[in-house]
């Protein structure tokens, strides 16, 4: 069964150090992936997304990810990060075949210190 | 361009009360609409998806049902609330068709079932 683990439920950082935020998934073919971030009580807002092509995809607020099929893996960064990006990440696999399913990780929750 | 609405933004029901949560989206025809279930410190569960009008799939065998009863509204109901129905619901939109497209989440509802 097709499932994405986000193995870090927490993670802290300083500010202005870098960021990267782990995704596996698992599913026989080449997914569709994407990172969305959620602010507390809000809803979730699409960071990046991968299709097809280049491996590394840039999304919004400087963040970048990387796919790497040997590693079924699609890892969330930044180099450098704000106090604003405390918040919850999620990664998601989408399902081809119809009907734009997604599954998503548990979610790490990211938090800055000044 | 298009936006999606939830209400009420926060509810607090009985155990036992009924339940009527309503998501509209604007600004575009014929979405692709999901109900997302996300409890406290886990991920989003699908609950619900609808790829045209009285066309509802579940996901999840519940305590809840949905309706499309228009193009750009959907809506997750229940007869009788059980504890285990509090929660953060999110709704999702995303358009139609063969292609794969991203999802876009509405702010959500926070429901606390007593």
């Known amino acids: 069964a097709q499932s994405v683990t986000q193995p870090d439920i927490h993670i802290t950082v300083s500010e202005g150090a870098s960021l990267e935020l782990r995704c596996n998934y698992s599913?026989?073919?080449?997914?569709?992936l994407f990172w969305y971030v959620q602010s507390p009580g809000q809803g979730l807002q699409l960071l990046l997304k991968?299709?097809?092509?280049?491996?590394l995809v840039q999304g919004i607020k400087g963040f970048e990810a990387e796919f790497k099929r040997s590693q079924s893996s699609f890892n969330l960064r930044k180099p450098s990060v704000h106090w604003s990006d405390a918040a919850e990440y999620f990664c998601?696999?989408?399902?081809?075949?119809?009907?734009?399913?997604?599954?998503f990780g548990a979610g790490t929750r990211l938090a800055v210190h000044p | 361009s298009q936006t999606i609405h939830q209400w009420p933004a926060t509810l607090v029901q009985p155990v036992g009360s009924p339940l009527s949560l309503e998501c509209t989206v604007e600004?575009?025809?014929?979405?692709?609409l999901y109900w997302y279930r996300q409890a406290a410190g886990r991920g989003l569960q699908l609950l619900f998806y609808?790829?045209?009008?009285?066309?509802i799939s579940s996901e999840v065998p519940q305590n809840l049902s949905a309706s499309r009863p228009q193009d750009r509204q959907f809506i997750l109901s229940s007869k009788k609330l059980l504890l285990s129905d509090s929660g953060f619901y999110l709704c999702?939109?995303?358009?139609?068709?063969?292609?794969?497209?991203?999802?876009?989440f509405g702010p959500g509802t926070r429901l606390t079932v007593l």
């Open positions: 999702a939109w995303t358009a139609g068709g063969s292609s794969y497209n991203e999802q876009f």
């Open positions: 599913y026989g073919a080449t997914p569709y």
């Open positions: 991968y299709f097809s092509g280049d491996t």
């Open positions: 998601a696999v989408g399902l081809p075949g119809g009907y734009n399913k997604l599954i």
């Open positions: 600004g575009t025809s014929n979405p692709n």
């Open positions: 609808s790829v045209g009008i009285g066309q």
